[in-house]
């Protein structure tokens, strides 16, 4: 069966049916990366249609140790071609059979490659993908498309407190934007007990007490519809409680601090993204999911990092004050991705509180 992909200026691209039959709607993201699993099933890929640049999606196949949680969060899948003969022992099933098991509409057929120049030139975001042979309402789907409404905050949230790990270095409040399964056994590796709060929490982690740091993880949601948020990290940042926030947590916390973020012209999404430590020059690869930056710095805040190809900002620090917050996110092994730089500086940040009381 044929397929439509159709962008919010009204353009119609044509390809085969995937997935399952239907109609999805979400914003446009490519990823440059090969872990089309991961990125399904990541919490922050929320409202997504995935675009993936590789010529075949799913060499790999589908098992549970490549899903960050166990639920599917894209709503559509855009690709080349969807690999139905997976090579890879620990494979279940082809990541055709997933999409449909999970009600997911896919098109194949796609030049990604292309499409990405293409929407970088028209700044276009929104789009959906058809799969239905007798569809008409071409005219209110495109209309859907250009009313931007925001989704239900944060799906993936836990809905009440929830730990994990025994006190050994550190007690580390997350505020939870939907956090993944890699975040959490990332955090008890580095000998850290971890509790994941709800995100309209974070005005009230300092009256439950009992946290030595707080981190603003990445997730799926947009900082400008919840300035209760923005309120409540403000109101951190002035107790003086270590933080660090990365991916969306940047955003939350520069916001708070009084930046402004504008959409980019070529979004950062998918791995080996290079970004360059300010002081001292090294070089990182990394993983992002974003496409807003900011140049709009107040003072107090120094610019650590920075993306090696476009110059836009990557880090910062805020002076006097244990808050630090990186665009770039973690990899689960901490000698990847500048992983390790980014906790050495956290707990730095933790340590110098400590020594100060």
């Known amino acids: 069966m044929r397929a439509t992909l159709l962008l919010e200026d009204g353009t119609k691209i044509p390809g085969a049916a995937a997935g399952a039959p239907g109609v999805a709607i979400g914003d446009l993201t490519v990823y440059e990366g090969h872990d089309a699993v991961r990125r399904l099933t990541d919490p922050a890929s929320a409202g997504q249609i995935g675009a993936f640049t590789q010529p075949s999606v799913g060499l790999w196949g589908v098992n549970t140790e490549h899903c960050e949680t166990g639920t599917p969060w894209m709503r559509g899948v855009v690709a080349r071609e969807l ?7 620990r ?53 859907q498309l250009r009313t931007r409404l925001y989704d239900k905050p944060f799906p993936a949230a836990v809905k009440t407190p929830t730990s994990f790990g025994s006190a050994k270095t550190a007690h580390v409040a997350v505020c939870d934007f939907g956090s993944s399964r890699a975040l959490t056994r990332l955090l008890n590796t580095l000998r850290l007990r971890v509790t994941l709060l709800p995100p309209y929490d974070a005005a009230t982690i300092l009256s439950r007490g009992g946290y030595d740091a707080v981190i603003f993880p990445n997730g799926a949601g947009e900082p400008r519809a919840h300035p209760g948020i923005t309120e409540g990290v403000r109101d951190l940042i002035a107790s003086g409680i270590p933080m660090l926030g990365f991916g969306l947590g940047f955003r939350f916390i520069g916001m708070a601090l009084g930046m402004r973020f504008n959409p980019m012209r ?45 110059g836009t900002a990557e880090g910062f620090i805020v002076e006097g004050k244990p808050v630090a917050a990186v665009h770039f996110l973690p990899c689960s092994d901490i000698r990847l991705g500048g992983t390790g730089e980014l906790f050495s500086l956290f707990f730095s940040l933790m340590k110098g509180v400590q020594t100060r009381g």
């Not at 959906?128 to 789907?141: P, Q």
Request: charged share 20%.
């Open 83 to 89: 690999c139905r003969n997976p090579s890879n022992w």
């Open 266 to 310: 070529v979004t950062h999404h998918g791995a080996w993204f290079p970004v360059t430590d300010v002081q001292t020059g090294a070089l990182m690869y990394t993983w992002q999911s974003h496409g807003r930056t900011s140049e709009d710095v107040p003072e107090g805040v120094q610019i650590t990092h920075r993306n090696a190809a476009d």
């Open 91 to 143: 494979s279940a099933e082809t990541l055709d059979f997933y999409l449909r098991r999970n009600l997911i509409t896919a098109i194949e057929g796609i030049d990604v490659p292309a499409l990405k120049k293409f929407i970088k030139d028209k700044q276009t975001r929104r789009c959906a993908i058809v799969s239905s042979a007798d569809f008409t309402g071409w005219d209110a789907l495109l209309g």
